[in-house]
């Protein structure tokens, strides 16, 4: 059980994803995590007044199932199988995140300064996560899917799209992190 409850090698994730993108080019399937909110609103009737949400959500069900399964496997992972204060972030990262006045998880998996509960308190918080909501809910159809979906299922496909649109989500980051993040706070 040790070896679970440790942090894997890159190269046995890499791996059984790299198996699980087999197995679905083999039952001519992609991966996405985006594309379920498509399959969602199509559950709910939506699609005989959207046309965009007409689409035969019965066939996408499995994909249903993968983020269930995701969710689920998150949820066990961080409440039964880790221990985050062993998360190592470099000094560099606490002291620039300091900076903005971001404080350091400090043995959780994520500032609370950003996730904790407090930030329902502030309008400006509450804006700047709608306002991240909408975005990334308009770039990912922009997009034509998510990084899951391309940066997983589109490159192992060797589909132009999704490299070009990886590019962009890694531009995007970067710009976010160096130019943008300092701004807004």
């Known amino acids: 059980m040790n070896t679970i409850f440790?942090?894997?090698h890159w190269s046995i994730s890499g791996f059984l994803i790299g198996l699980i993108m087999l197995s679905l080019l083999y039952f001519g399937k992609n991966f996405g995590m985006s594309s379920n909110l498509q399959t969602l609103c199509s559950m709910t009737g939506i699609g005989k007044k959207v046309s965009f949400f007409d689409i035969d959500w019965k066939s996408k069900r499995w994909n249903l199932v993968v983020v269930l399964?995701?969710?689920?496997?998150?949820?066990?992972?961080?409440?039964?199988m880790s221990d985050p204060s062993n998360v190592a972030i470099n000094t560099k990262t606490i002291a620039q995140l300091a900076a903005l006045g971001i404080d350091a998880p400090n043995g959780q998996l994520e500032p609370n300064f950003l996730f904790g509960n407090q930030i329902f308190e502030s309008p400006k918080k509450i804006?700047?996560?709608?306002?991240?909501?909408?975005?990334?809910?308009?770039?990912?159809?922009?997009?034509?899917?998510?990084?899951?979906?391309?940066?997983?299922?589109?490159?192992?496909?060797?589909?132009?799209?999704?490299?070009?649109?990886?590019?962009?989500?890694?531009?995007?980051?970067?710009?976010?992190?160096?130019?943008?993040?300092?701004?807004?706070?």
Not at 69 to 80: D, I, Q, T
């Open 127 to 185: 804006f700047i996560l709608i306002m991240g909501g909408v975005l990334i809910g308009f770039g990912t159809r922009y997009a034509g899917g998510c990084t899951s979906g391309h940066a997983i299922s589109g490159l192992s496909n060797l589909q132009l799209p999704s490299l070009k649109a990886v590019i962009g989500f890694f531009i995007g980051g970067l710009i976010m992190t160096h130019f943008l993040l300092p701004l807004i706070f």
């Open 69 to 80: 399964g995701a969710m689920l496997g998150g949820f066990v992972a961080v409440h039964f």
């Open 6 to 8: 440790q942090t894997w």
